[in-house]
């Protein structure tokens, strides 16, 4: 079954979440009118290739031209406005840029991909593997009967009133007939009266006796049912609304996806319909108090306290209603929120949970920096922002798929402030500033706090000071928390560190890798459990020996990771995170040839490696390793393709491969193979028109990776070799070898060994197995 298939069988809760990935930057729209052919391109791959992102976007267009013929052939005159419209936007936004679309794209199909895992798992798993659902699980189910229970006793309570008002008119009508007559009048001047007088007015007492004792009653009990409600609203607003906070917190940082809003909005709903209902019965109190009044009249003496708890209930009701829903982000960073770079674009939507069609078009909310913020900002002297773009929206229950009273922002932009003198209010460019959003008419609700920068190359700091803030504190506005950062525990920021690998891959950090980095952070321990880590220490000091912080090394993995080597991470077959100490004992048993991937511990920009065993000369265990490559190698060739033609050029200038098997007995080919495009096969030999004579075809080239064994080289001086792209011969580090290209090679051996060493050349030639997408006329 196609994916767009499966995710529209999805529970509402995961179809919310479905609904947030898609905005104006790659609709939804889109998705679904294109969804077999959009699903069957490499996104991934043309994300990392221009050429291929170029030809995959002109597809792109094709396929929504095609799919806009087949409208107009139905007649659908809505779906050719809305593709016609979608088309435009792309054509403006990504013809000169086709990689991001690519990356946007890429990116929601393996967010789609998380869903439908977490879904299945969940479905499969049910409650046994959450020790905590079964809590969670009563404690909603209690929740819904304590509510179901007000409704019942507000209907109850209706009941009463209309038994009250007939009692009452009942009352009043004969009271009123008495003192028409003149009977009662009499009665009150102590008159003697007839017997049938004395009986209506004995009736009449009894009436006023059950209207009094009524009245009581229901003035009770409605005391009753507010304090049921004070209690259930303080369960929904202090614990599941704020738990639901806290996980949207965490789901910003990567943790797991935040569970949507509806069931929440029923429930507040329901509790504000009620609460709505009981304003009235109170309001009716008053006018049954206007009609019929007497000396200890109970709704005189509660009236206005009620009046005054059900009021001061519904607004404290709404306001805690007035959600984010979705946090400030920009739409080509989407596993980034809170963000926001000066000058670009970013969107953020919010929610009232409360669904009361009343409210439709009613409710004008503007977004704002928070006030607060701005009056930080000014003490400090640090620099102060405007929004610019539509920053006031009527909500509405049209923009949302479930009906839900929202309104998003999707055109928003940061401006700095200018001081008098044309310049900046802070000079420091490597600063960002630490600010939130408000939403306010009549409510009011903020963000969390969002960090400004100004230069993309200011995003790893940026995105760390969001883990650090969202990990260790639930304030929606300390704004000053930077100002003395408070410690974690290893425990939190292991969960947090494997979470930015989980989020955007099929695969967190195992226990071993975590403590792996622990060491890094903390230096050698027994055991990391509750060691604090200071906010310097993670993101500001460098690390011993190095001339870059933790974090800084740490996030060029990670993008590392999802832009090079996803697949292999996704498999498994990525170690990364090792000591040498580690590494050096679970090879060495090993026969050779057995090989391991990890992560450079040396190189700021990111860098992965592999390490190998091999036997010596006299049989001795020996571990080596190549020179890390980087993203700019990888951006020539992939991870796997190096791997799978890597080549060590031994003494008798041989080229071997030193690459037998993954860790720890996985055979390369079985690993690697299906990750390499598959070579061409060679043209047949075909005659020249007019002519038998034969023309042979081209000779397949290949690019592969050589390291040459020093010896080789021994007659060379070590500055031509360098310039080559050989280690020197000096070195004697077999930790810093280098990769070398067929041409490099052929024309080092040519120009300098030929006429010494023929037959190893020759050798060499035959050797290389050369694919065509290389190949150059002769």
């Not at 206007?290 to 009021?311: C, F, N, T």
């Not at 998003?408 to 940061?414: I, M, S, V």
């Not at 081209?698 to 592969?704: A, E, Q, S």
Request: aromatic residues 10%.
């Amino acid at each position: 079954m196609a994916q767009w298939n499966q995710l529209q069988q999805l529970e509402t809760r995961y179809l919310e979440q479905l609904y947030h990935l898609y905005s104006d930057s790659f609709p939804m729209e889109l998705r679904q009118f294109l969804a077999p052919w959009i699903e069957s391109q490499d996104w991934a791959y043309a994300a990392n290739k221009e050429s291929h992102a170029t030809l995959v976007f002109h597809n792109l267009l094709g396929e929504i031209d095609q799919q806009y013929s087949r409208f107009l052939q139905e007649n659908n005159v809505l779906y050719q406005h809305n593709l016609r419209r979608i088309k435009q936007h792309l054509q403006s936004k990504y013809l000169e840029k086709p990689m991001e679309i690519a990356r946007i794209v890429a990116r929601c199909l393996w967010e789609e991909q998380r869903l439908l895992q977490t879904a299945t798992t969940a479905q499969q798993d049910g409650q046994a593997a959450h020790p905590t659902g079964t809590v969670v699980t009563e404690k909603q189910q209690i929740l819904e009967h304590n509510l179901q229970d007000i409704r019942k006793r507000v209907q109850d309570m209706e009941q009463k009133m209309k038994m009250l008002e007939n009692l009452q008119d009942d009352f009043d009508f004969n009271y009123k007939t008495l003192k028409s007559a003149g009977e009662l009048s009499q009665d009150l001047n102590g008159n003697s009266q007839a017997a049938a007088t004395r009986q209506k007015m004995a009736q009449l007492e009894q009436m006023l006796c059950a209207l009094d004792q009524l009245r009581r009653q229901i003035v009770t009990e409605m005391a009753g049912l507010l304090q049921a409600m004070d209690f259930v609203q303080k369960n929904l607003t202090d614990e599941e609304l704020a738990d639901w906070k806290r996980r949207q917190q965490i789901a910003c940082i990567g943790g797991p996806p935040n569970i949507c809003l509806d069931r929440l909005e029923t429930w507040i709903t329901s509790l504000a319909e009620s609460q709505l209902q009981i304003r009235q019965q109170i309001k009716k109190l008053e006018e049954l108090q206007q009609k019929v009044s007497y000396k200890g009249d109970p709704i005189v003496q509660h009236r206005p306290a009620l009046e005054e708890k059900i009021v001061d209930l519904f607004r404290n009701l709404m306001k805690s209603a007035f959600v984010v829903e979705r946090q400030p982000c920009m739409p080509m960073h989407p596993d980034r929120p809170l963000v926001i770079k000066t000058g670009v674009q970013f969107t953020n939507k919010v929610r009232l949970l409360v669904k009361f069609p009343e409210l439709n078009y009613q409710l004008k909310i503007k977004v704002c920096i928070d006030k607060e913020s701005g009056d930080v900002a000014a003490i400090r002297g640090s620099r102060k922002f405007n929004i610019l773009g539509t920053n006031t929206k009527v909500m509405n229950m049209e923009e949302s798929n479930n009906g839900s009273l929202s309104a998003e922002f999707k055109h928003l932009t940061l401006r700095e402030q200018r001081c008098g003198n044309g310049g900046r209010t802070n000079s420091d460019v490597s600063e960002f500033y630490l600010t939130s959003f408000s939403f306010f008419r009549s409510l009011q609700t903020h963000s969390l706090p969002v960090v400004v920068i100004s230069n993309i190359c200011q995003m790893p700091n940026a995105w760390a000071s969001i883990l650090w803030y969202n990990m260790l504190t639930n304030h929606p506005k300390n704004v000053n928390f930077f100002t003395k950062p408070p410690v974690a525990t290893w425990d939190q920021v292991a969960e947090v560190l494997s979470w930015q690998f989980s989020s955007t891959t099929k695969r967190g950090l195992t226990i071993e890798q975590l403590n792996t980095l622990a060491e890094k952070l903390l230096g050698p321990c027994v055991n990391y459990s509750g060691c604090q880590i200071t906010w310097a220490k993670f993101c500001k000091e460098n690390m011993a020996g190095k001339g870059f912080s933790f974090w800084v090394w740490l996030d060029n993995i990670i993008d590392l990771v999802k832009k090079y080597i996803l697949a292999l991470w996704n498999e498994g077959y990525i170690m990364g995170f090792i000591s040498k100490e580690r590494e050096r004992a679970i090879l060495s048993p090993k026969p050779p040839g057995t090989f391991l991937l990890r992560f450079s511990e040396s190189s700021k920009e990111g860098g992965i490696t592999f390490t190998w065993v091999e036997k010596d000369i006299s049989g001795k265990t020996q571990i080596q390793s190549v020179e890390p490559y980087t993203k700019q190698q990888l951006n020539s060739m992939s991870f796997a393709e190096i791997i799978m033609g890597y080549k060590i050029m031994d003494a008798t200038n041989i080229l071997v491969s030193p690459l037998v098997y993954l860790f720890p007995e996985i055979p390369k080919e079985e690993a690697f193979g299906k990750y390499c495009r598959p070579e061409a096969q060679p043209d047949a030999d075909f005659q020249e028109p007019g002519c038998g004579n034969t023309i042979q075809p081209y000779l397949k080239t290949k690019f592969i990776c050589v390291t040459p064994c020093p010896s080789v080289f021994m007659d060379f001086p070590d500055s031509e070799l360098l310039g080559n792209g050989f280690p020197g011969t000096n070195s004697g580090n077999t930790s810093d070898l280098f990769p070398m290209s067929p041409r490099t090679l052929d024309s080092l051996m040519h120009n300098e060994a030929a006429e010494a060493n023929p037959g190893p050349l020759e050798s060499l030639t035959l050797d290389m197995e050369l694919s065509s997408d290389v190949a150059s006329p002769m």
